[in-house]
């Protein structure tokens, strides 16, 4: 079912959202609320609990989603969480987006949902308390009304695949419940949440609630969705960063049929990145998408570049280098332990080594777009596939002047995220449009934007060019007794109200392994310019300095003639725990060295020495989980055929296995298939790469035959996993390509700078 309806004050049953977005009371007192609730939420009964779940008479428990699903298996896992603690039954779970939940308190906008992020694998850690108390306070209201109809106490009863069950085995479905457990006062504390020993759904594999509606075409998509009949807009968008308009033949896009207008959008000044407009564009609106394509290339636009012009990557790497060797330079000391300079002077060897990584573009499959519906002075509706509806409510907000309960976002499930729709400039594009003047014909109908790939390709929020020069220095027991790590990138950081000396923290980690292991440890930043927008990526900032460190240990491992698993081991040393000032630490090492040795052992780690295929190994640790890639690659004329992948993950209690399986399976592919062909390009100002053919994500071929998951069985608290199958597959495949082939790749992509270096 979709639309949607506004409660009355007095239909609506009263509930209360805590800061973080728990549901803190029940039902039972009409209050004033006045605000959006998707229909499939409200039913006839009006048996609603609060905005996360509604019993129905029939059964059916419909549980409200509020973070964002683009593709990582949110709606799937959020939801089993509130099914588990009201002892659903998962047939009867309809589960239903939320979309943004604001509205107007004193003034100022008020969240009702609380936190609505997806990216960085924060969605189960950020929900995982909320969501067990509303589950528990339904299932507590279910089985107090249970109680009063059996006529025995509440404490005798328990839930049990959606129904209440007496000791003397009478039960009663939740559906006949429902009416009586909304007319009962909620607790004056939190009900207590389940033991672990009773979970029946946390912990069992369960495909997404989308996936049908996925492989039969039948899910909509943002493109999908209609209001009105929409008018159609692509722009033409200035190629240069901090570029302007040469030329445009407006009167020719004007007379293509099917065109309306053409519409100048121009940026707003002094708005922070990701959160306005790009650049200067010229939006062609015509009656469908082929006639808005048509009357853009009829524009003939040309463009000029700014007074400064994006370097080329080339010239980004001198950059680098030449900040590397210049002692006068001031970087940014990120951390700082020991002394590097006497361990230096005392080793019994040193090693250097530089690894370069290239501008990354996020390519998502379904590439931005948005429809927006514009009733001037009066309301705005906006649908968009976003990975933060409240960033986006902020840019709709400043662009239209607009209360909160004038502000309608929909966010319907996206076609890949990884980052790229943390941004708003799409959103901002089209409410930009929207708000153009316009011809009469056309002035008061929905308008949808559209990027084509070349657009999103030439236009994206990129993961930053990265250089990393790596020093250590080992004792004569070959142990690593000094690392110094400099890393000069762009920050992705600039533009975003951050602090100078703040900017690193978008590019390292500064306890990121091996800090914490070598008594003597530095990591230096240098800010590198660029005009280029940067934005997040899948897996950042822990993606480039990964794969740098753990290159680097593979080599440090191969100069003393140690097996590259044994001197990681070694490396970690006795379990303890390190301190980590990021999201998700402390550091266990012991959880690192097992998924290490798992992982090891899955790829029969014991032919490392004699194989003559190439067996690689590395780890990480990224937002509280620990992960490990080994990979067995064997060498071919032209190149490398990858014979098997082991991915090992301990990411706490896994909620959904399969789906936490479908996320390490998706990331290590994602990963590998970047580490071998991708890179975005920069010349004569401008970005180069246009489409898939010269941004080659890989197909069947060279892609791994064999991809095999394990997840770590545990009781610690979950974290996401959307990310953390990123950053160790492209140093263990490196590592694997040096073992089959003798050939150190320290420069990405992989396939061509292995066909340069053989």
């Known amino acids: 079912m979709s639309g949607e309806i506004r409660l009355s004050r007095r239909r609506f049953l009263t509930y209360a959202v805590g800061a973080a977005g728990a549901l803190m009371v029940g039902i039972g007192s009409a209050e004033a609320a006045e605000r959006p609730v998707p229909l499939s939420l409200l039913g006839d009964a009006w048996s609603q609990v609060g905005p996360y779940l509604r019993v129905?008479?029939?059964?059916?428990?419909?549980?409200?989603?509020?973070?964002?699903?683009?593709?990582?298996?949110?709606?799937?896992?959020l939801a089993r969480i509130i099914a588990e603690e009201m002892d659903a039954d998962w047939a009867t779970v309809v589960v239903e987006n939320l979309g943004l939940g604001v509205e107007a308190g004193n003034g100022e906008p008020k969240f009702i949902y609380g936190r609505q992020?997806?990216?960085?694998?924060?969605?189960?850690?950020?929900?995982?308390?909320?969501?067990?108390?509303?589950?528990?306070?339904?299932?507590?209201l279910l089985l107090q009304a249970a109680a009063r109809r059996l006529g025995v106490p509440a404490e005798q009863l328990r839930g049990e695949s959606g129904m209440a069950i007496a000791a003397d085995g009478r039960r009663i479905p939740y559906g006949d419940l429902a009416t009586a457990a909304a007319s009962i006062d909620a607790p004056t504390s939190a009900p207590p949440v389940k033991a672990a020993e009773r979970y029946q759904l946390i912990g069992q594999p369960a495909g997404d609630v989308d996936a049908r509606a996925v492989?039969?075409?039948?899910?909509?998509?943002?493109?999908?969705?209609?209001?009105?009949?929409?008018?159609?807009?692509?722009?033409?968008?200035?190629?240069?960063?901090?570029?302007?308009?040469?030329?445009?033949?407006?009167?020719?896009?004007?007379?293509v049929q099917g065109v309306f207008a053409v519409v100048d959008i121009t940026p707003e000044t002094g708005q922070a990145a990701g959160m306005a407009v790009q650049a200067?564009?010229?939006?062609?609106?015509?009656?469908?998408?082929?006639?808005?394509?048509?009357?853009?290339?009829?524009?003939?636009?040309?463009?000029?570049?700014?007074?400064?012009?994006e370097p080329n990557n080339g010239d980004l790497e001198k950059k680098a280098f030449a900040l590397f060797d210049d002692d006068t330079a001031t970087p940014t000391t990120v951390r700082n332990d020991?002394?590097?300079?006497?361990?230096?002077?005392?080793?019994?060897?040193?090693?250097?080594?530089?690894?370069?990584?290239?501008?990354?573009?996020?390519?998502?499959?379904?590439?931005?777009?948005?429809?927006?519906?514009?009733?001037?002075?009066?309301?705005?509706?906006?649908?968009?596939?976003?990975?933060?509806p409240r960033q986006a409510y902020t840019v709709v907000q400043r662009m239209t002047g607009f209360r909160p309960d004038q502000i309608d976002i929909r966010v319907p499930r996206g076609g890949g995220g990884f980052g790229r729709r943390l941004e708003q400039d799409y959103i901002a594009e089209a409410v930009a449009v929207a708000m153009a003047k316009k011809p009469q014909e056309i002035q008061n109908r929905s308008v949808r934007v559209l990027w084509t790939r070349d657009d999103d390709l030439a236009r994206d929020f990129?993961?930053?060019?990265?250089?990393?020069?790596?020093?250590?220095s080992l004792d004569r027991k070959q142990a690593i007794v000094g690392w110094h790590q400099r890393m000069a990138s762009p920050s992705a950081l600039v533009g975003r109200a951050t602090p100078q000396d703040r900017l690193w923290q978008s590019e390292l980690v500064a306890d990121a392994l091996p800090a914490g292991l070598v008594p003597n440890f530095r990591s230096d930043y240098y800010p590198l310019d660029s005009l280029l927008a940067r934005g997040e990526w899948r897996g950042s900032p822990h993606v480039t300095p990964t794969f740098a460190s753990e290159s680097f240990i593979d080599e440090l491992a191969h100069s003393v003639k140690a097996n590259p698993l044994d001197f990681r081991l070694k490396l970690l040393g006795d379990a303890r725990q390190l301190p980590y000032n990021g999201r998700g630490g402390p550091i266990d090492t012991a959880r690192l060295a097992n998924v290490l040795k798992l992982a090891?052992?899955?790829?029969?780690?014991?032919?490392?020495?004699?194989?003559?295929?190439?067996?690689?190994?590395?780890?990480?640790?990224?937002?509280?989980?620990?992960?490990?890639?080994?990979?067995e690659v064997a060498p071919t004329a032209d190149g490398i055929d990858i014979k098997r992948v082991v991915c090992v993950a301990d990411v706490g209690r896994a909620i959904n296995p399969l789906g936490l399986a479908a996320q390490l399976e998706g990331?290590?592919?994602?990963?590998l298939s970047t580490a071998l062909n991708l890179a975005i390009t920069v010349k004569d100002g401008k970005v180069q790469q246009v489409g898939f053919k010269d941004y080659p994500v890989a197909a069947t071929q060279p892609m791994p035959y064999e991809v095999e998951t394990v997840i770590v069985p545990s009781t610690v608290e979950p974290t996401g996993a959307s990310v953390i199958g990123v950053p160790s597959a492209a140093p263990a495949l490196a590592n694997a390509v040096f073992r089959a082939t003798a050939v150190r790749v320290r420069r990405l992509p992989l396939l061509r700078e292995l066909a340069r270096l053989r």
């Open 56 to 77: 129905a008479q029939d059964g059916r428990i419909f549980i409200g989603v509020r973070d964002p699903d683009n593709g990582e298996g949110t709606a799937t896992s």
């Open 117 to 140: 992020r997806s990216g960085d694998a924060t969605s189960i850690p950020a929900a995982w308390a909320d969501l067990r108390q509303a589950g528990a306070l339904a299932r507590w």
């Open 215 to 255: 492989v039969t075409g039948t899910l909509r998509y943002a493109a999908d969705e209609m209001i009105g009949e929409p008018v159609v807009a692509v722009l033409a968008r200035c190629p240069y960063p901090g570029g302007t308009l040469d030329t445009a033949d407006r009167d020719a896009a004007s007379k």
């Open 280 to 309: 200067p564009a010229l939006a062609v609106i015509a009656a469908d998408t082929w006639a808005a394509l048509k009357g853009r290339e009829a524009l003939k636009a040309t463009w000029k570049p700014g007074a400064t012009t």
């Open 338 to 388: 020991g002394d590097i300079a006497t361990a230096r002077k005392k080793a019994a060897r040193a090693l250097e080594a530089t690894y370069v990584q290239p501008w990354m573009a996020h390519a998502t499959a379904e590439t931005p777009n948005c429809l927006v519906r514009l009733d001037p002075d009066t309301r705005i509706t906006v649908i968009a596939a976003s990975q933060s």
């Open 462 to 472: 990129y993961r930053p060019l990265a250089v990393h020069r790596l020093n250590a």
């Open 600 to 631: 090891a052992d899955k790829l029969d780690w014991s032919r490392w020495l004699r194989s003559e295929n190439g067996l690689g190994i590395a780890c990480a640790y990224v937002f509280g989980a620990y992960v490990a890639h080994a990979i």
């Open 667 to 671: 990331a290590t592919l994602d990963a």
